[in-house]
């Protein structure tokens, strides 16, 4: 998938993968030298948010149209192709967003019947709905090639010369509004580029497992375990590798929800049997962050000291010279979008450094999350552990806002142990759920005495990767049931209120 900025670049690599193919994202720079060394079976060119006539328009190594791949221009990826073989690409003034109806030309579809033409329309309707999203559009297809769908505003919506393999569809085949979207997008990596689809989950984990063995040899390998979905699929690949050779280590900074702690150790003994190493830090941590009150100061406070606990935990485990992370596939995509071949830096297990002094084992950077989760389930993991929410590295300190002493955090613990309980009573679909102490008293009366006491607040947001969300609209029965179990059981907290701030402006966590 090369990418010339498309807003939805992971998503198109995200659908080949669900059609069994493995998909890498490279930047529109690349080199048709390097693009060959990597020997793709096939290219789809992403959309983009220039024009090709810009000035600074991205374009392609001219090379790579001679590298004879088959390849897929989606949008602008398609334009460009228009552009540079022959065909045009004009400004009509007037663009096409949103639901569009396509119109398959039949008299000019390629045959499927010969394995070296494959229609990628062929075995449509003759229409369908499909999402556009483009001004410029595309007035006479590439040399040699067939107009094999058109809209009402789209003369040439799809192109194809199947006999050299290029392609090109002016609408969106990777957005879920597209009808026969991701049919398209089989037809071409299965059918056109001949793939076989054995990238599934089972086989992935195969893979790793024999990966992560050629890697360490004999060696010894720790793993920073945290009880999310991350940490723990690569623990479980790692330990299937190596056995007792792993060992992983679990930091209790004191800053876990209500029994947090006890369940990662339980849960993580009866489902994956590798030597636990457990440090309670929760005595360092609360000193630590006495009388700070500035989130950011805690963040630094609780990364660094997070960071020693390991270090003191891993030279205690003696002879280990690999490090197993959760690094995923978005962490160091190289994206195409203007800084190409800028690699974003690692951030994970709470954010360790790369100065430690082992070598990584990083069995998930190839994965997407949802990849990650479907790999933890083909390996027995349960759900309590692949459908966790996410949970922030420091914890309830950014819930608690003000100070973080032992007592507020007990405080927030039983209030956010009662939302979280009602909110699963309730099965309500809702990305992440919990409570915030905000550093606030309000005047109540309970049992005829004026209380003067703390305020809980409620979170509950609906999202679909964390960079946006909204409020999630809970019943109103469920928020009742949660604010009148909070303020009955857990002492000192007179009042109960409800965030309905989306993000952006606001975000998830308030801190
Ligand atoms: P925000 O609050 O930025 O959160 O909307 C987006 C997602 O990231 C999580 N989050 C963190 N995770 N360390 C983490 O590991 C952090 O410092 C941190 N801050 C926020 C948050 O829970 C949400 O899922």
């Given at each position: 998938m090369v990418d010339f900025g498309a807003q939805y670049a992971q998503l198109i690599a995200r659908r080949v993968r669900e059609a069994g193919v493995y998909s890498e994202i490279v930047s529109h720079e690349i080199s048709a030298s390097e693009l060959a060394s990597r020997q793709p079976k096939g290219l789809i060119l992403s959309g983009g948010p220039k024009s090709v006539y810009a000035e600074f328009a991205p374009q392609l190594d001219p090379d790579v149209y001679g590298l004879g791949v088959p390849t897929l221009g989606i949008c602008y990826g398609a334009q460009l192709l228009a552009h540079e073989l022959g065909g045009s690409v004009k400004q009509t003034g007037r663009g096409e967003y949103g639901r569009t109806v396509l119109q398959i030309c039949r008299a000019t579809q390629s045959s499927a019947?010969?394995?070296d033409a494959w229609g990628l329309l062929t075995n449509l309707p003759d229409t369908q709905d499909v999402w556009m999203s483009h001004f410029?559009?595309?007035a006479t297809a590439p040399d040699g090639c067939n107009v094999t769908a058109v809209t009402a505003d789209s003369p040439v919506a799809a192109f194809e010369d199947a006999s050299r393999g290029i392609y090109g569809v002016q609408?969106?085949?990777?957005?879920?509004?597209?009808?026969?979207g991701q049919a398209i997008i089989e037809r071409f990596v299965r059918g056109v580029c001949g793939t076989e689809g054995t990238w599934t989950p089972a086989s992935i984990a195969e893979e790793s497992v024999a990966a992560i063995a050629a890697q360490v040899g004999d060696g010894r390998a720790i793993c920073g375990l945290s009880g999310g979905v991350d940490s723990s699929v690569a623990a479980t690949l790692a330990h299937r590798a190596l056995g007792e050779r792993l060992t992983c280590v679990f930091v209790d900074?004191?800053?876990?929800?209500?029994g947090e702690a006890e369940q990662v150790i339980e849960t993580f003994g009866r489902n994956m049997g590798a030597e636990l190493v457990h440090v309670d830090a929760s005595g360092k941590f609360f000193e630590r962050l006495r009388g700070v009150s500035d989130p950011e100061r805690k963040r630094s406070i609780i990364g660094e000291l997070f960071i020693r606990t390991f270090e003191e935990a891993a030279s205690e485990?003696?002879?280990?010279e690999f490090l197993v992370q959760g690094t995923l596939y978005p962490d160091v995509i190289e994206s195409?979008?203007?800084?190409?071949?800028?690699i974003k830096s690692h951030h994970n297990v709470g954010g360790l450094p790369e100065d430690l002094e082992f070598e990584l084992v990083e069995p998930l950077v190839r994965l997407f999350k949802d990849e990650v989760r479907q790999v933890g389930r083909s390996l027995g993991l349960p759900d309590e552990i692949v459908q966790r929410q996410p949970f922030p590295g420091p914890g309830l300190a950014v819930r608690v806002i003000g100070e973080v002493t032992p007592e507020a955090v007990a405080l927030l613990q039983e209030a956010d142990a009662i939302v979280r309980e009602e909110i699963a009573r309730a099965d309500a679909d809702v990305w992440q759920y919990f409570a915030v102490l905000p550093d606030v008293h309000t005047v109540g009366v309970m049992g005829d005495e004026r209380t003067y006491a703390h305020l809980i607040v409620i979170r509950a947001v609906t999202s679909e990767d964390a960079m946006t969300a909204d409020w999630a609209r809970l019943p109103p029965e469920v928020l009742a049931t949660m604010s009148s179990r909070i303020i009955n059981e857990v002492p000192q907290v007179n009042r109960v209120a409800y965030d309905i701030t989306s993000k952006p402006p606001g975000t998830i966590e308030w801190e």
């Open positions: 019947t010969s394995s410029d559009a595309i609408f969106h085949p990777e957005v879920a509004h597209t009808t026969h900074t004191g800053l876990l929800r209500k485990v003696g002879d280990a195409g979008t203007g800084h190409a071949a800028k």
